[in-house]
């Protein structure tokens, strides 16, 4: 039997997706160190540092993520290739679809099935399109300098995959001998693969080089990947490297998988603050702790996706108009402005307001007259634009801002290249008024959405509206 994360699984949502999960706790997060010589705060040094080498073109890259089941009426991947320039146009950088694999039909759950119950590793979802309508869509994103990765899911497979005849000694067994689900899930439609098996890590080592070297993807989502152990993405993350640098995206709270392995992971523990905080059971200094403890006990140059919605949250959770009401676009701001790597879950931009299904089609709400689309927009520009903002080892590392109101107002400074961007945010529902106590944001700075200058004066007084945010740059 393959070794397994007892303790996480404990914690799993069980939901009908696969790559539904809640992660456990991270270690209790710790102020930022206070020097002695300068008495304000900085960053911690990080416990350990990656070995993992970024490719260039992640520095500063925005992950869009693309259902491509409900991302048009057609549902196919000649329908996204259609839109990449209005893509393109929000100045997005990495691509991530959606398991593009055929989907098992024996205990299948819904209609057309999961897109985690994998039938074929190097195989196209035939409802997609074909192998070259997949290859023309990679193409086509390259040339407009965006990058491709997609969905594995090397936990397990759907019951219909050859491997089960073929090769049945490479899954898991219940008590009573027989094939099983993953274990503590309700994955009722998946069959759970054994990685003490050889032939798994090789099986499923070459499907990962495939699509790299035959097809030309620049990386990989990595499903529930804390469930496969460690030793395995490290062995094959330097295979994958030697074709071309590639991005790994962990879904996962696990430091180790950065060590040796993986670009970036899930923010599940953002996530949860964020929500906390607008149903009132959290605070700013929640959120400060967040980022203390990324810091202090996360390998330096790890990158956290912080996100506002993606497949599992909108079918599950709810939308993020649901989850986040007046706080959305505060939640949005600071998942580009901290610390980590963004995501945009397909519709946000247009301000889909639905709650897409898993095993059905239902197509994303578009609409021509949102906001978000600006504001996305903007930001990503203010990301590109100010090295302070790029992610990893590449950007800035935020020092808090202390101010009078820390239960309230979130504050930092994050510096690079001698550039500066400051952010405040108001982590209420009611105007709060605060001060800033040290010494750290004196300067002048110009507001990055009004265009307004301003001196900023520590000890002078300010406001902030509900849920509203300032970002200064300098």
Known sequence: MKKLLLGAYALFIACAACSCTSPADEPSAGPLAVTADQGEAQPVMAVTTSSVTHPDWSRDAVIYQINTRQYSEAGTFKAVEADLDRIQSLGVDILWFMPIHPIGVAKRK???????????????????????????????????????????VANHTAWDHPLIYEHPEYYTRNAVGEIQHPPETDWYDVADMDYSQQGVREYMSESMLYWVRDVGIDGYRADVAGMVPTDFWNEVRPR???????????????????EHAFSASYAWRWKEIMQDIVKGDATAIDMAGYYADYQSQWPGGAMRMAYTSNHDQNTWDGTPFEIYGDAYKLAIVLSFVGEGIPLIYNGQESCNDKRLEFFEKDEIKWKSNCDLNTLFKDLILLKTDHPALWNGVAGGRSVK????????????????????????????????TYRFTDNEPAGDFKEYFSSENRVIVPGESHTLEPWGYRIYVR
């Open 110 to 152: 819904g209609r057309l099935g999961s897109p985690y119950a994998v039938q074929d590793f190097q195989a196209i979802n035939p409802e997609f399109g074909t192998l070259a309508d997949f290859k023309s869509l990679v193409d086509a994103a390259h040339a407009r300098d965006m990058k491709v990765i997609i969905d594995l």
């Open 240 to 258: 994958l490297d030697a074709v071309k640098p590639v991005f790994m995206l962990a879904e996962w709270q696990q430091p180790e998988l950065h």
């Open 401 to 432: 801002v202390e101010n009078d109101n820390a239960q309230k107002i979130f504050s930092f400074i994050r510096r690079k290249d001698g550039r500066a961007i400051l952010a405040i945010f108001n982590l209420s529902e009611v105007s709060q």
